[in-house]
């Protein structure tokens, strides 16, 4: 896995949101660690619009074309006039058509009246973004950024926001075929196998599997089957099972499945929400134990586990697994060279070896 520079935006604006009431004030204070601040004052119980930050200037020199896109992290240097009261509100990652993935504002901790730099996100977290190298190279790649005051006259500043990628090889694995466990029991249309209703991308928000509190009270779960991979190669870092739920009612609950060596392993127990959002869960290791082989992976099976609680239902309409490893079987275009074969991830002045 590599990483990128730090990269300030080139452009930076104020965007009205549903719910804010206050502006951002010289939003292109943004675009430098300097100690000029953007700046939004905010009265008591109000939200500010968005902070929209883009053109991070990425090219094919910091991400080369063909790579995976396997963390993002977003720094803000901030603070407010008072130490109390002003908190995030929001902080999302956009593309020219619409936001993208999960909110990773830290909606608790309250802001100090001395610059904080703030990092969101990890080397192994995409925010659930679904985001390609090309998305993020893109002159509309950003982040909107809102903040909220609890307490009257509190001002909001920000001095400077700024984004790194990590980046390297992975395999996507879809399911397709049924697998050991059908037990979740409805499916929407009727009379399918599970593993269609799960294995679209994007997902079919008309196509979809679920439990009622009338079946039981219990986790219900389905395996499913995964075609042989066919470009990972060399060591496997992890593995990442993703899995897409809601519930309708009252709360349902979800987590992801495994099963490798005849062992079934369930993930954490995650609870859903009332529209569908995109769950996931990494395993380092093989929960048999030791690393993962490619042969694990080649006879793993993958599902969903869905708990209805009463007068309730839980549905499911995405699982897959995202396989990271060292190294790709292909060819990939960097800059103007092409490597076939075997194609690791180490890079030297921001191109590949191979």
């Known amino acids: ?89 929001a902080l999302y990652l956009r593309t020219s058509v619409e936001q993208k993935g999960s909110n990773k504002a830290d909606g608790v901790t309250v802001w100090s009246n001395t610059d904080t730099e703030i990092t969101y996100g990890a080397s192994d977290d995409s925010w659930d973004s679904g985001l390609s190298d090309s998305d993020v190279r893109g002159s509309d790649f950003g982040i909107d950024f809102s903040a909220f005051a609890s307490f009257s006259f509190r001002a909001a500043y920000v001095d400077c926001i700024s984004v790194r990628i990590y980046y390297g090889y992975k395999e996507i694995l879809r399911p397709n075929a049924t697998g050991d466990e059908t037990h979740i029991p409805r499916e929407y249309p009727v009379d399918g196998d599970h593993w269609d209703y799960v294995n679209n991308s994007p997902p079919d928000e008309d196509e979809y599997i679920y439990t009622s509190y009338t079946d039981s009270l219990l986790y219900l779960r389905d395996l499913y089957k995964l075609p042989a991979h066919s470009v990972g190669a060399g060591t496997i870092n992890y593995i990442k099972i993703y899995f897409r739920a809601t519930y309708g009612g009252y709360q349902g609950y979800a987590k992801p499945s495994l099963k490798s060596d005849d062992i079934v392993t369930d993930g954490t127990e995650v609870a859903s929400d009332t529209a569908y959002a995109t769950y996931s869960e990494r395993w380092d290791n093989n929960p048999t134990g030791g690393a993962w082989t490619w042969a694990d992976i080649d006879a793993l099976q993958i599902g969903v586990s869905l708990r209805a609680t009463s007068g309730g239902s839980v549905a499911c309409n995405q699982v897959y697994v995202e396989i990271n490893c060292e190294e790709v079987v292909g060819a990939v275009t960097v800059g103007r060279l092409v490597y076939g074969g075997l194609v690791n ?10």
């Open 345 to 354: 991830s180490g890079l030297i002045g921001g191109r590949l070896t191979g």
């Open 1 to 89: 896995m590599a990483v990128t520079d730090w990269k300030a935006p080139g452009t930076c604006a104020n965007v009205a949101s549903p719910f804010g009431e206050s502006d951002w004030s010289n939003v292109d204070n943004a675009k430098a660690s300097n100690d000029a601040y953007v700046s939004s004052f905010i009265v008591i119980n109000h939200y500010t619009h968005w902070l929209r930050c883009t053109n991070f200037g990425f090219t094919t020199d910091d991400i080369p074309s063909g790579m995976s896109i396997i963390g993002i992290e977003v720094k803000i240097e901030k603070k407010a006039n008072i130490a109390s009261g002003v908190a995030d509100s």
